[in-house]
């Protein structure tokens, strides 16, 4: 499979990459700082400077012709609210039209859980940042693409365990990064496993288990979740 990773550099995106170059995938991995071409490169992905904000549409599918799959991992990462909305929220719009037009039809996102920090201080850059990416989720979804928006709790850098808790509706929780990309690595190549949300926390269902039971829902093949 030939995979085009928006956000190759980042703490999902990077992992990610890694498992699919180690599976034999062929992974083209575009990211905004010039400064991370080793950190991409070092994964096993091919880099490439990619800006969501000054790049238009037509730019993006030119780069994204002739690949298989779209993974979208990238985000402001707290960089102010102005940036959230361009790359989180439009840069997501941009990507889902280029793939459209490069006629890519499976298109994954990093999305966020909705309850995510709901316990914290009220803080109106992370409000903002819920409701861009609330609605780049809506976005995505009502487009013809073969997509699949996967919703992590809160993110976290220890090592992953391997097992997770998988569902349109789940309980938040926390989950290492390691299992988020692990997840997305096995339902990416799950091409039936499409047009759904899937909510993801740390849980104690082996993630090729959780992607099967997913895939057997959504073919009418399984009882309800």
Same mark, same amino acid.
């Given at each position: ?19 699919? +170059? =180690?599976? %034999?995938?062929?992974? !083209? ?5 010039? =400064? ?12 490439? +400077? ?34 959230? !909305? ?6 997501? $719009?941009?990507?889902?039209? =280029? ?19 709901? %316990? ?6 992370? $409000? ?6 609330? +609605?780049?989720?809506?976005?995505? =979804? ?15 850098? $220890? ?5 997770? +808790? ?41 993630? !090729? $288990? ?12 399984? %009882?309800?979740?």
């Amino acid at each position: 499979m030939k995979v085009f990773l928006i956000g190759a550099a980042g703490g999902v995106g990077n992992r990610l990459a890694r498992l699919l +170059t =180690a599976r %034999g995938d062929t992974v !083209t991995g575009m990211f905004r700082d010039p =400064a991370q071409a080793d950190t991409v490169r070092a994964s096993g992905a091919t880099p490439l +400077t990619g800006d969501l904000i000054a790049d238009t549409v037509d730019d993006l599918a030119t780069r994204m012709s002739a690949h298989d799959a779209i993974v979208f991992s990238a985000g402001a990462h707290g960089t102010g609210r102005d940036l959230t !909305t361009a790359i989180d929220g439009k840069g997501l $719009e941009k990507a889902a039209d =280029a793939a459209a037009r490069a006629g890519v039809s499976r298109f994954v996102l990093v999305s966020v859980f909705p309850d995510a920090l709901r %316990g914290g201080e009220p803080n109106e850059g992370f $409000e903002h940042y819920i409701k861009v990416k609330k +609605t780049a989720d809506v976005y995505l =979804a009502r487009t013809g693409l073969d997509w699949l928006i996967i919703r992590p709790g809160t993110l976290l850098d $220890e090592p992953g365990t391997g097992r997770v +808790t998988a569902g349109p509706a789940i309980e938040y929780g926390k989950v290492p990064r390691d299992d988020v990309a692990a997840f997305i690595d096995a339902a990416l190549h799950e091409p039936a496993l499409n047009r759904a949300i899937v909510e993801l926390t740390t849980g104690d269902t082996p993630i !090729t $288990e959780a992607v099967a039971h997913l895939l057997r829902h959504a073919t009418g093949q399984d %009882g309800p979740a």
